[in-house]
């Protein structure tokens, strides 16, 4: 059918037209001669898509000395918190169980816990910058709380609890 393969229908503008073509073919076994007309398609599609995706987003991490000493002041603040209904030193848990609420709560709706307020770090989406969320920032607190995945990084400082929330911390720009 050469009517069907006319430039204005073809799979070269619509994707859907394109797959509702391709079953047609496949249906008749002409495929391969279908394609051996238009070895031009494949071509042109592939510089259509790359013309329309963008570059990802890039972000420059916080500083490893920031993010601890705004770790060492939550986790202070998160003692302190603890010490008012249990007893943090003896009961291990009440600490860090206030820390994961602290994530959860900061992170999830200012972006910011104290800790990185005062050494001007934010945690945003690695995506695309935006607020994290309550449910990721809960995530990220509980296995910051477990420590190991803190520990394992990538190139970008992005530990597995950043890498699973969908999370990385950056430095708070001035206004």
Known sequence: MPGLMDATVGPRHCPVVSQMFRSCYARRGCVDRHLAERPKWPAARATRVDAVVE?????????????????????????????LFSRPMVQGWSAPLVLIAEYGFFLGLFGATPGMYVARLRCIRYA????????????????????????????????????????IVVSATAG
């Open 55 to 83: 570059p990802a987003l890039t972000w420059v991490p916080a500083p490893l000395a920031r993010r601890f000493g705004a770790l060492l002041v939550d986790w202070i603040g998160c003692v302190l918190i603890a010490s």
């Open 128 to 167: 695309d910058g935006g607020p994290l969320g309550i449910p990721a920032a809960l995530l990220r607190g509980f296995l910051l709380a477990l420590l190991i995945p803190a520990l394992i990084m990538d190139d970008e400082r992005r530990g597995l609890h950043d890498r699973a929330a969908g999370s």
